[in-house]
């Protein structure tokens, strides 16, 4: 998945239910912007540069920078966004099924 000005590509993700799977980001934007989502309270983060897997602080993904992460979730809809001002544009569905 990728973060652009302002958008995340894609905004809908489809993954099997049962097995990890590794969700990568790379941010082609020019402008920081933040992975938020319920599903990284399941993720272990591979390696990452510059997020956090904190879900009370905000992922920060600076331009050109990019993060793995391993996530095992349950069966579920979960969304995702970024939470910078003038931002709000940017959100997404992840469905686990
Ligand atoms: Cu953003």
Known sequence: MTTEDYRFVPNVLRVKAGSPFILALYNAGREDHEFVSPVLAYGTEKS???????????????????LRFQVSAPPGTYLYSCRR??????TGTLIIE
């Open 48 to 66: 990452g540069e510059t997020m956090t897997l904190d879900t009370a602080a905000p992922g920060l993904l600076k331009p050109g920078r990019s």
């Open 85 to 90: 001002k003038g931002h709000a544009n940017m």
